[in-house]
T-cell receptor, first 115, second 114 residues
Framework: DSGVTQTPKHLITATGQRVTLRCSPRSGDLSVYWYQQSLDQGLQFLIQYYNGEERAKGNILERFSAQQFPDLHSELNLSSLELGDSALYFC??????????????FGEGSWLTVV | AQSVTQLGSHVSVSEGALVLLRCNYSSSVPPYLFWYVQYPNQGLQLLLKYTTGATLVKGINGFEAEFKKSETSFHLTKPSAHMSDAAEYFCAVSTTSGYSTLTFGKGTMLLVSP
């Protein structure tokens, strides 16, 4: 158990819909990262927050957004869903702001299936 | 920019044989390097990481990796494979400058046969 908690574990929704994925980082970790894992794209970095502020942005679509709340939990919002958004979405956390030297701990992921 | 190339999407070994998973990286600044393992239906677990110092890094479950700057490589090895090692392995890189996130390779599925 990494200490990173993600909900829901599985989600099935229809195209065009909106979903919210939730993440609670490890106790004491200030950074939260979101990654998308799909068969064709592999593991893609989406976005990072550090202590409530956006720190880095990766290959995140405009239909997707995220935020980190004062209690440090984070939500990833996916809207106007398409079939190609079906993937495993990982949340990860670390103590510091950068990956350099910090160990990043991953949750077990949220499986999203868009039908 | 940084990138990672993992040679071989699948590697098959027999139980007790040497495991060698290859990883080459590209980075414009000195890298930090990581190996993660993903068991079926689970998240990623850190196996080992190289930051500075000794270039031979030992990790959990008997795995180790050697950072070779001249070859831009960070191959993962284990002397004797166990059935429980069957999983997908990801190499990742981050940089030592600024705020850097992990960039992952495509992953290598390790298959272990009895």
């Amino acid at each position: 158990d990494s200490g990173v908690t993600q909900t829901p574990k599985h989600l099935i929704t229809a195209t065009g819909q909106r979903v919210t994925l939730r993440c609670s980082p490890r106790s004491g970790d200030l950074s939260v990262y979101w990654y998308q894992q799909s068969l064709d794209q592999g593991l893609q970095f989406l976005i990072q927050y550090y202590n409530g502020e956006e720190r880095a942005k990766g290959n995140i679509l405009e239909r997707f957004s995220a935020q980190q709340f004062p209690d440090l939990h984070s939500e990833l919002n996916l809207s106007s869903l398409e079939l190609g958004d079906s993937a495993l979405y990982f949340c990860a956390s670390s103590v510091g702001a950068g990956a350099s030297g910090n160990t990043i701990y991953f949750g077990e992921g949220s499986w999203l299936t868009v039908v | 920019a940084q990138s990672v190339t993992q040679l071989g999407s699948h590697v098959s070994v027999s139980e007790g044989a040497l495991v060698l998973l290859r990883c080459n990286y590209s980075s414009s600044v000195p890298p930090y390097l990581f190996w993660y393992v993903q068991y079926p239906n689970q998240g990623l677990q850190l196996l080992l990481k190289y930051t500075t110092g000794a270039t031979l890094v030992k990790g959990i479950n008997g795995f180790e990796a050697e950072f070779k700057k001249s070859e831009t490589s960070f191959h993962l090895t284990k002397p004797s494979a166990h059935m429980s090692d069957a999983a997908e392995y990801f190499c990742a890189v981050s940089t030592t400058s600024g705020y850097s996130t992990l960039t992952f390779g495509k992953g290598t599925m390790l298959l272990v046969s009895p």
